[in-house]
């Protein structure tokens, strides 16, 4: 077995709408190492939500083997596929998926009241903590309509972030963010690979994809392309820049 | 999980949804308090009539003498005069089956007490016929065996009798004049209001049987016999003993029929419980119908939060709870909700019907039965459509449940 975090084998997902079948993913065979930043980009309907939803063991394939970190996914039993999205894998919804009318702080509490295998000390503190890594350590009593677009997916971040899970599942987490605050996120991506975390971003947009190690397209279902990126940009510093900019154009 | 934990996410989601937890509260509310309202309110108008009912006499057996044929006309009931105090003896004396026994003789005329005068009813009875009838006195004291047998002549009036006699003082103590016979007034009886057929039963006077027999009446003949039957139950074995008795006291022949009758209550028993019947179905449809509303209320605010439940479940399951958890924690919000609800609708149920029974002048009864059935039901409903739609999405895909619409 190769030390592959993330192992698809030709992986099918078929929809049927009526008479006509749709195959969100066909026969896609994959593999992210530990560590790795990776981008998934395609243009819509190409299948990489779908794809997002399995890694992510929210959603089952219809056929084909799924093995995370040497576990065999399509094994396992509601009971331990909840334990296995509890502990191992923190995800970013595109549309956020907050609890309404529940702070930030609950929000975010919400993934370690599930967890009965690592029972943590002080869990307040934990998501106090999560909340102040994202740079919200000032609206902890705020309920998501009390939030701006850019704020609710750092808390969701936030949440993803809080059980302090080797992989980090994103799916268009920039989707409804502005050019600033979707480099604010890419850098705080970054700085979480730097370490250790691995990281799968779905996105459109070519320059969020820039920040990642490793491109892959898909295209109806299939790979289209799966390449290294030499040279990913440096959020930080675009970040900087941009700071920069602003300031000059303001002076 | 542990369970604290679940009580505790329960009451916060609950807190954090306060109109919906309100509306679903106020569908408990609503069912449990009108069934108890009305359930509480017929009971005790059932209650009222069968009170009614048995204030008209305790397992009373009324015997009137035969009637006299002669040449093939009847002469109807009580014209064969054959009840004598000789009967009412033996009654005394032998009956097992009876409580109490008295004879009545009726003798009217006209009642004078100084400037005041009355056409009225006199009704001889034994002293134990208080308890026949289940009267009560006012004022004063009812005769007792000894003036009985001294055919003393002690009177105790009707309330009407009283009024028209003695507008302006205490009747107890006076005197007056039945017939020119002179009487000592040593008590009053208690309104006793109209009887079934429209007669009002306070325009009498009540003496010692042997006082009417005797000064009043001819001396010999009875017009009714009163007893007691034991119990209800009895009242069978009780008629049996009386027509036995009465027959070897008039030397009947084994061939003859009987020379006098004897009624009791059950036709009016019959009624009453056919009223009480017919009432009993009526509220249970009343109090089915108003389960019905209650629950469908329930059911509807239920369903109607599935939809933001469903993505709720949706965004628990993805960050890992187990299936088992979001139903646990369902499961509890339902019962925290129904018990709260159950707990004010028996409170307000009770209240309403306290105070609708003091406006109507109905006596209000509370059923446990019912107060228990209709929480449960409604416990029920509410558990029922709160736990169901969140079992099923619990057992969706965290993704399907996520997109649920």
């Not at chain 1, 299948?47 to 929210?58: E, H």
């Not at chain 1, 808390?155 to 599942?169: E, F, G, M, N, Q």
């Not at chain 2, 007056?176 to 007669?199: D, T, W, Y």
């Not at chain 2, 061939?255 to 009526?282: C, K, P």
Request: glycine share 8%; net charge negative; proline share 3%.
């Amino acid at each position: 077995m190769s030390a592959a975090q993330i192992r698809l084998s030709h992986i099918c997902k078929f929809f049927s709408l009526g008479e006509v079948e749709v195959r969100a993913l066909d026969d896609l065979s994959l593999e992210i190492d530990r560590g790795e930043f990776v981008a998934i980009m395609g243009s819509s309907g190409s299948g990489k939500s779908t794809m997002m939803n399995i890694l992510g063991c929210l959603d089952t394939p219809t056929s084909g083997g799924y093995h995370f970190d040497g576990i065999a996914v399509e094994t396992l039993n509601r009971r331990q596929l909840a334990d296995l999205r509890n502990t191992k894998i923190g995800f970013v919804f595109q549309g956020f998926n907050l609890l309404p009318r529940t702070t930030a702080l609950e929000n975010v509490g919400l993934p370690l009241l599930y967890d009965r295998h690592r029972a943590v000390a002080d869990p307040q503190a934990r998501s106090i903590e999560a909340l102040q890594r994202v740079g919200l350590g000032d609206r902890l009593d705020h309920e998501p309509n009390q939030l701006s677009g850019g704020q609710q997916q750092r808390v969701a971040i936030a949440r993803a972030l809080v059980t302090d899970p080797p992989i980090i599942l994103a799916d268009e987490p920039t989707g409804n963010l502005d050019s600033h605050t979707t480099l604010e996120v890419m850098a705080l991506f970054q700085e979480l690979n730097r370490e250790g975390l691995t990281l799968v971003v779905v996105t459109h947009e070519t320059e969020v994809a820039e920040y990642a190690g490793r491109l892959i397209e898909l295209r109806d279902g299939m790979l289209l392309r799966d390449e290294v990126n030499p040279q990913p940009r440096d959020a930080q510093a675009d970040l900087l820049e941009l700071q920069t900019e602003k300031s000059d154009a303001l002076a | 999980m542990r369970w604290h934990k679940l009580i505790l996410v329960a009451l916060k989601s609950i807190a954090r949804n306060k109109m919906r937890s309100l509306l679903t509260m106020l569908g408990i509310i609503i069912g449990v308090a009108s069934v108890i309202t009305m359930v509480a309110l017929g009971e005790g108008s059932q209650a009222d009539i069968e009170g009614q009912v048995a204030s008209l006499g305790t397992n009373l057996l009324m015997v009137r003498p035969g009637s006299v044929s002669s040449g093939g006309v009847s002469g109807g009931a009580g014209s064969r005069p054959s009840l004598t105090m000789d009967d009412v003896a033996r009654l005394e004396k032998y009956a097992t089956q009876l409580r109490w026994v008295s004879a009545e003789i009726r003798a009217s005329g006209q009642v004078i007490a100084g400037s005041n005068n009355w056409s009225t009813t006199i009704k001889g009875v034994a002293p134990n016929y208080l308890s026949i009838r289940n009267y009560e006195m006012e004022n004063g004291s009812f005769f007792t065996a000894r003036e009985s047998k001294m055919r003393a002549k002690v009177a105790v009036l009707g309330k009407t009798v009283a009024d028209e006699l003695f507008p302006d003082q205490d009747p107890v103590g006076a005197r007056l004049r039945i017939r020119n016979v002179p009487f000592k007034v040593i008590g009053v009886m208690a309104e006793k209001g109209q009887s079934a057929m429209g007669n009002d039963q306070d325009d009498i006077i009540f003496a010692p049987d042997n006082t009417v027999l005797y000064r009043l009446s001819n001396g010999k003949t009875i017009h009714d016999i009163s007893a007691s039957a034991i119990s209800s139950e009895t009242m069978d074995a009780a008629k049996e003993e009386l027509t036995a008795l009465l027959r070897s006291e008039h030397r009947l022949a084994a061939t003859a029929e009987d020379d006098f009758v004897i009624r009791d209550q059950t036709e009016i028993v019959a009624i009453a419980t056919r009223v009480t019947g017919t009432l009993t179905l009526l509220l249970s449809s009343i109090a089915g119908v108003s389960l019905l509303v209650g629950g469908i209320g329930i059911m509807n605010i239920m369903l109607v939060s599935v939809t933001e439940r469903t993505r709720e479940i949706g965004i628990r399951l993805a960050v890992g709870a187990r299936p088992l958890d979001v139903l646990a924690q369902f499961l509890i919000e339902a019962a925290i909700l129904s018990l709260l609800g159950g707990l004010i609708g028996i409170l307000s149920g009770l209240s309403a019907a306290w105070g609708v029974g003091k406006l109507l002048g109905v006596s209000a009864v509370v059923n446990p039965t019912v107060v228990l059935i209709t929480v449960l039901f409604t416990g029920a409903v509410g558990v029922f459509f709160g736990f169901y739609p969140a079992r099923k999405a619990a057992n969706l895909n965290p993704i399907d449940a996520l997109r649920y619409e």
